[in-house]
C-alpha cells in the first residue's frame, strides 16, 4: 500500500534529515515537506510536495491544509519538527528565574511549541481520521518531563513542551476510540547540532551531540518500531519512555 508522508519543518536540519529517510525508505507516494519559505525546500524527487507554511498565521495553517487535502484523502505519517527555545530578533531566551517571564514571550514560545502543531493537526481533520495504520509525531523534550525536572529554569520552554505533551496524549485517545492502529507520539531527538541548540552546547559530550542525520537516523528507527501500545507517550532518541 502506497502511503502519503507529511514532514513540517522539513527545509533544513533535522527535519531535511527525516525527509531524506522517508524518501529512502521507499515507502511513500507522497511526502509533504512544509516550511516558512518553501523555495528552501529540495524538490529534485517528484514525490516531495513543498508547501508554505507558518504556525504563527492561522490563515496559512488553514490554506496548507487544504494543498494537503487536494493531493490525497489521507496521511500515514505525520511528523512536526517546531520547536523555539531562543530568537534573539524577538527577545526570546531561557529564563533563568521567574522574574525573568513575561507575557508576549510566554506567547510566543506557546504558538510555536504547542499551539501551532496541535491548531495544524485539527486543521488536517479528516486526513487524520482514518482507519489505516498512523504515525503522528512532535518533537519534544526530555526537559518537558515534570518528574524529571530538577534544574528549574526554562520556564516557557519547559512549560509549552509539557502542555504540547498533555496534547498529544488527548490526541491519542481520542484518534483510538476509532482507530486502533493509530499511534500518537513526542519523540525527543537528543541534543542536535542545530541552531536551536548551539548556545547550549557547552558540556555535551561529543557522543551526545547529534548531527541532524544521527538523530533523523535514531527517531526513523523509533517510528518503525513503534506500536499502538506506546501511544501517548514521549520518547527518546533511545527507545526509552520519558516519565511524564
Known sequence: ??????????????????????????????????????????TGDSRVIPIELDFMSDTLIQEASVKVASHT???????????????????????????????SKLEFVFSVNCFGPFLWYA??????RHREPLIVATLSARVASVGDN??????????????????TKNLSLELSRTNPRAVIVGLHPGTVDTDLSKPFQTGVSSNKLFS?????AYLWD?????TPERSGQV?????????P
Do not use: C
Open 73 to 103: 484523502d489521507r496521511l500515514h505519517l505525520v511528523v512536526t519538527t517546531a520547536g523555539i527555545l531562543q530568537d534573539e530578533s524577538v527577545g526570546v531566551r531561557p529564563e533563568k528565574k521567574l522574574a525573568d517571564l513575561t507575557r
Open 1 to 42: 500500500m502506497k502511503q502519503s508522508a507529511l514532514i513540517q519543518g522539513g527545509a533544513s536540519g533535522l527535519g531535511q534529515a527525516l525527509v531524506d529517510r522517508a524518501l529512502k525508505s521507499g515507502e511513500f507516494e507522497r511526502i509533504f515537506v512544509t516550511a516558512r519559505n518553501p523555495d528552501r525546500i529540495i
Open 150 to 167: 530538577r534544574l528549574g529554569g526554562w520556564h516557557s520552554y519547559r512549560a509549552s513542551k509539557t502542555a504540547q505533551n498533555m496534547l
Open 222 to 226: 523509533v517510528l518503525k518500531n513503534l
Open 123 to 128: 486543521a488536517l481533520g479528516s486526513l487524520l
Open 235 to 243: 520518547i527518546a532518541w533511545d527507545g526509552q519512555t520519558i516519565i
Open 212 to 216: 541532524p542525520e544521527q538523530s533523523a
